[in-house]
């Protein structure tokens, strides 16, 4: 059997060329039953180290196609070797194509194709996806594919992005169940000229500036997804918030500042670890029902411009935690607040526990967990440990300093 | 090999118990898991162990039957117990049946091979390397195909676990609520239904007289019993845990899905390393299968040297196999239909038998 496998299935790694990243859009032409497809190609030549070539690492072809999988006979008619989705990394849709109510249609494409394996990554981009490649150009990272690689995996370390939920087979599975809502990861290569406050995090992808001589691609918080189509964003902060409930994304160690409640001015910044898993109960069979979450936070405070003596100061400390715990409290409860009134949906997995309640499968989708969660009584507790006080834990008295 | 010299062409418990294992066993890799979701839900590993427990005591009825004939297969037996004309019919019947799982089951391995791995290899090679292939071990006999599956065994184990291992590793556990799946009722329903899952068990009777000794084969047969009943167990409650009830649903073969989708530290493809291992058992299941077809056909119609049926038997499967357009479809309703028929035949044979033989007075001598 090997055998066959050269006989008619066989091309040449030479004869194909490698889609490392599709791009989905509405089409320009009007026409309902066209998309426009672009396919960002890798130059193999580029995966050797030390390879010295003058060609370009990457070469992009965008047009109007009924599916990305016809697409690729089409593209043919330009690029010169066989199209294949073998080293497929990302597959990105413009956000006016995923708010699209047809959008699923072609989503679904990809289980038909076999080249496209489940566990692609899945990003929405605020702009049209032939602009975003063109203008994404990673000055350190010349290889595309594993830019990619790259930025998801560490952008999620960071909880501003939820990448382990957002692939193709997540978003098949929770389209399905029709409980809870579906992440994707959300990115741009504009800058935005909106401004909200002048906290760290409450920041969507393009409204961070920055200046220098880097790349204009930025990844904050997600897209959010009812049903296969998208209805709205998380921030960064708020997509953190969701990690940080929802048991099933994993997160490294988050950077997070918070209002010092000992000197306005500041504010203290600490790294955030979840060791154990979010606690959530469900009382469903109340007809007033509620869930109430324990959500257990380790911290590590970093910086204190204060310079208050947090280290040795147990009073001083107990207040610290409180002000965090009412902080992050609040942070959560705006965050399910919106997900009650404006998406009527929740993206933290909670359906899949919910089912732990129902006996049959039947039972479960009687209920209608889509429906029924708006209504129900969320009630978040925070409990934060404080760890350390990174590398030195005592910083001197300034105003003793500044005599 | 030393099983040749001293046993004569007989095949011990070794090769016994691998034979039931890849032959049983590679059903938790093709289409049948998700006939089993369709029926159980979220509930399907509780589905296989009710089928355990309902087909308990037809296979118990068998190993009992075999151990007071000594020396007879099972279709002596019959012959035996019914005499010559309803023997017959009897014999025939499930000489039908086999060849009917044989033509069906070959097109869905065709279709799995082809839809899966090679997709513009024309659907009619692979059908032919797969009947040919199977045609081959089959015409060496059944202690040819038992040390193979004996040597291989180890391998297709290994490469279970690991996708097992991985499967519980990344899955979610949660997924398997809720609990009772498409609920009580259904589930008592499909068990019954799906039971024919195991008739491959009646089939090994078949075979008794070729194993070393009366012992060997009833030990043989529980080993089996219990280790593909525990396979059946994780794989399903790992296919679940990986993609949910909602998305396995909608995968014909979930275990080639599996491979797919998991990721073995920095190797992404590891599909491809599990795939020669699920091709050279379905390769020994196919040799089986056609043996026992054939031996079935010289039972009925007294030809003793039945080997040379085989390809015959072979060429008639794969040009049946291949007159349906979509074998996907088609073959998997018709499937059903048949899996639903032959429940009640499997479940009641053995009783049968074993009435008769109570009935004859055999038990008492």
Known sequence: ?403 | MNSMDSTKGKIGLKELVALILLDVGTKVADDTPHTFYEAFGTAAWIGILLIGLITLIPILLLTKLIKLYQDKNLIDIILHLFGKYIGFVVLFILWIMQVFANISNSAIYTDIIGTMYFNRTPVVVIYVVLVAVAAYGAKKGVEYIGSSAWVILFWVILSLLVVLGVTFVQGEFTYIFPILGTGGWEIVKGSYNHSSLLTDFLYFGFIASNVKNVSIFNKGIWIGFSIVLLSFLLALIGYVMLFDYYGVRMFDYPYHETIRYIEIGFLTNVELLFFPFWLISSFIRFSFYLYLSALLFGALFKIKHFEYIVPALAALTMLVGLIPESAIFSMNRLRVIFLNVIAPVFLLLPCLLWITAKLKGDFKK
């Open chain 1, 1 to 403: 059997m090997p055998i066959l496998s050269g006989c008619w299935d066989q091309t040449s790694i030479e004869e194909r060329a490698y889609v490392v990243a599709i791009g989905l859009d509405k089409s320009k032409s009007g026409n309902e039953n066209q998309i426009q497809v672009t396919y960002l190609l890798a130059n193999p030549e580029f995966s050797k180290k030390e390879a010295m070539t003058n060609e370009p690492p990457m070469e992009m072809i965008t047009f109007d196609t009924n599916d990305l999988i016809v697409g690729k006979n089409k593209a043919n008619t330009v690029i010169a070797k066989e199209i294949s989705f073998n080293l497929l990394s990302v597959i990105l849709v413009s956000e006016e194509f995923a708010k699209d109510k047809n959008f699923i249609r072609w989503m679904y494409d990809t289980t038909k194709e076999r080249e496209i394996k489940r566990n692609t990554p899945v990003i929405v981009t605020k702009e049209e996806t032939s602009i975003f490649f063109k203008q994404n150009h990673p000055k350190l990272e010349s290889r595309i594919h594993k830019y990619y690689d790259y930025t998801l995996k560490y952008g999620s370390e960071a909880g501003m992005i939820p990448n382990s939920e957002s692939n193709l087979g997540k978003y098949y599975r929770t389209t399905q169940a029709d409980a809870s809502l579906y992440l994707a990861i959300y990115g741009t290569s504009e800058k935005s000229n909106y401004s909200r406050s002048n906290e760290e995090d409450s920041l969507m992808a393009g409204e961070m500036k920055f200046g220098g001589e880097t790349n204009k691609v930025q990844f904050m918080g997600s897209a959010v997804f009812k049903e296969g189509k998208m209805i709205g964003k998380l921030t960064g902060e708020e997509t953190r918030a969701t990690v940080l409930l929802n048991n099933t994304l994993k997160m490294g160690a988050i950077l997070a500042t918070y209002k010092d409640p000992f000197d306005e001015r500041y504010r203290i910044t600490a790294k955030l670890l979840k060791k154990e898993k979010t606690d959530v109960k469900m009382d469903l069979k109340n007809p007033m029902p509620t869930i109430d979450v324990i959500i257990p936070i380790y911290l590590d405070i970093l910086t204190q411009h204060s310079m208050i003596d947090y280290a040795n100061d147990a009073p001083k400390r107990e207040r610290l935690k409180q002000s965090i715990e009412e902080e992050i409290t609040d942070t959560f409860n705006a965050l399910i607040k919106k997900t009650q009134e404006e998406f009527k949906g929740e993206p933290f997995g909670w359906a899949t526990l919910a089912r732990k309640q129902f006996l049959t499968i039947k039972e479960f989708e009687d209920y209608d967990w889509m429906k029924t969660y708006p209504e129900i009584d969320v009630n978040i507790k925070v409990k934060v440990n404080i760890g350390n006080f990174g590398n030195q834990s005592e910083v001197p008295d300034l105003e003793e300093m500044r005599d």
